[in-house]
């Protein structure tokens, strides 16, 4: 069931509780874990984190714990499947929800008594009626008895009960016919809603308990959804002016303790920004390179790309010995207009898009970071593969790095993400290379061959993710063929190799007005059920499976004929 007083309904309830935290691997589950901490730090509340990648880690995680506790809270997992069904809990377990998938499991939506959803009403949630989904056994049953006490009456009572009941089994079918085609409409699409971190900022801020670093987590997570291209434009800005109207209000107070001048200050400021990924803390030359929105508009995988790329500096007046070099070290007499020329040089370059609002962080005097940064950096700790640690390792250095207290770790994060923008750049370049993006019809299919560099990192949920989105943009901007820029894409790279499995995303076209609805998660299942493939399902995005080997090509001819 829908909480519609989080305060009342949630927080205090959980407050005198022992409470066990399932938080999803996701920059925007991190950042509402954090605010959550730090609500929970405030009210000395006794809890126990525990990360999750996937369903089969959350049910494992469960069994262990489900006799020590009897709250939990979900953060970023649970809502689009029957959590009940799935985790077998005791009655007297009950969990709250702080999911941004959609949509949401109705039997979730209806169960009164053991899930408790955290989600914004404001939301377009298209729920069905429950008359619509259920129905009582108890109305197909009634009316069937007869007294039989009146023998001249008794045939024609007979009669007309099967007449009744033969009604009644036809207003069945229609129902359950009805019932499945409603079901099918309200599933068909995976999407998101609003960012959990924003809706954990909004608990704080009713409480009244509400920081700047709590605010800052917010705008981290809302980001997040906009990097990883989960939500539409429209709904990224709409949010970003929600979240404009705290940053007003808690950081143009007049020098008071928290944003005074001091070497341990910290500011937040609205900004329209550069589109540039990490610019700041890498070279201007580097970020364009690696950034999807240049790299695909430029075409940077072709020798005609990079003389375009040089024309670019060359019109703005920028030498190259100049945007080669670190930004912080490049001229200030140069950087003083840098947005402005930037700006006007790439809209006749046909990039008419490069501003983009945001927010940026200032701690103490020399420490600067955008949102975006932050989000890079948090996701690439999480999926570190460079040492070969415990999943359970990366999440705790990924959550760390948000502290302002562990700056050493966000720069190790920064220079993780730059590799794995240039990982995902190469590979782009690669695939359009030697034509590895296929057309199969209904959708367009890539497979990373083991043995391809960084195939490792893309074994990775949000690394493929990332890699699927900049790769479908700069297959669009590099084909001339006009139905081949409106199809979906379909990225698939060895998972296990020992095992002889794949993990494959689905993602959909890429076009400006694209609503951000994927359809791949149903498809994927019907295409397994029709194949008997051997599919799993453990990511809580349904669009990304992971499939053994063997099973690719006859579940890849379902899909075809399932989507044509």
């Known amino acids: 069931m829908f909480l519609s007083d989080f305060r009342k309904e949630f927080y205090e309830v959980i407050v005198t509780q022992r409470v066990l935290l ?30 999750v990648s996937g369903w089969q880690e959350l049910e494992t995680a469960f069994l262990e714990h489900k006799d020590q506790f009897q709250y939990f809270v979900l953060i970023n997992c649970g809502a689009n499947i029957d959590l009940l069904e799935i985790l077998q809990p005791e009655e007297e377990a009950f969990f709250f929800i702080c999911d941004t998938h959609r949509p949401i499991n109705v039997v979730n939506v209806y169960n009164e008594t053991q899930i408790k959803l955290l989600v914004k009403q404001d939301d377009d949630l298209e729920i069905p009626a429950y008359d619509d989904i259920f129905r009582d056994e108890d109305e197909d049953e009634s009316g069937n008895e007869s007294d039989g006490s009146e023998p001249l009456g008794k045939r024609k009572r007979f009669e007309e009960d099967i007449v009744e009941r033969t009604m009644k089994r036809r207003q069945r079918r229609e129902w359950e016919a009805r019932r499945q085609e409603i079901l099918f409409d309200y599933e068909q699409y995976e999407y998101h809603g609003t960012s959990s971190a924003m809706v954990m900022f909004d608990l704080a801020w009713i409480m009244s308990k509400d920081l700047n670093d709590m605010l800052w987590w917010a705008i981290v997570g809302l980001t997040d959804q906009w990097v990883q291209d989960k939500i539409t ?28 001048l001091s070497i341990d200050c910290m500011r937040i400021a609205f900004e329209y920004d550069l589109r540039l990924a990490l610019y700041q803390h890498w070279s201007l030359y580097e970020s364009v390179c690696n950034t999807c929105y240049t790299s695909a508009s430029f075409k940077l995988w ?3 790309g990079h003389k375009r790329l040089q024309e670019f500096f ?6 190259l010995k100049q945007v080669k070099q670190k930004f912080n070290s490049m001229d200030i007499a140069l950087k003083e207009n840098l947005h402005e020329m930037i700006e006007e040089s790439a809209s006749k370059f046909g990039m008419k898009n490069l501003r983009v609002q945001t927010f940026s962080i200032h701690f103490g005097f020399k420490n600067k970071f955008l949102a975006s940064d932050i989000v890079y950096a948090t996701a690439s700790l999480m999926e570190n593969i ?22 050493d770790k966000l720069h190790q994060g920064l220079e993780l993400a730059k590799k794995q923008l240039r990982a995902i750049q190469q590979t782009v ?18 497979y990373l061959m083991e043995g391809t560099p960084d195939v490792k990192l893309f074994s990775k949920p949000v690394s493929l993710c990332l890699l699927s989105k900049y790769l479908l943009k700069s297959f669009v901007s590099s084909t001339k063929n006009k139905r081949c820029k409106l199809l979906p894409l379909i990225v698939a790279a060895p998972l296990d190799v020992e095992q002889g499995t794949v993990i494959m995303v689905g993602i959909p076209p890429e076009t400006e007005s694209s609503d951000k609805k994927n359809f791949f998660g149903r498809a994927f299942e019907k295409a397994a059920e029709s194949t008997n493939s051997r599919i799993l399902h453990n990511h809580f995005d349904m669009s990304i499976i992971e499939l053994k080997m063997e099973d690719r090509s006859k579940f890849l001819d379902a899909l075809i004929s399932l989507l044509s």
């Open 22 to 51: 399932f938080v999803a691997a996701d920059v925007d589950a991190l950042c509402a874990c954090k605010i959550l901490q730090a609500l929970f730090q405030c009210d000395h509340v006794q809890y126990t984190l525990v990360p």
């Open 233 to 260: 434009q429209m709904k990224y800005v709409t949010d970003i002016g929600t979240l404009q109207r705290h940053v007003s209000r808690h950081n143009h107070r007049n020098e008071d303790d928290e944003n005074s």
């Open 302 to 304: 072709s020798v005609q």
């Open 314 to 319: 060359a019109d703005m007046g920028l030498p």
């Open 386 to 407: 460079e040492k070969d640690e415990p999943g359970t390792d990366n999440f705790i250095k990924a959550l760390d790095s948000l502290s302002r207290s562990n700056l």
């Open 429 to 446: 370049a690669s695939c359009i290379c030697t034509n590895l993006v296929m057309s199969q019809g209904p959708f367009l299919y890539c």
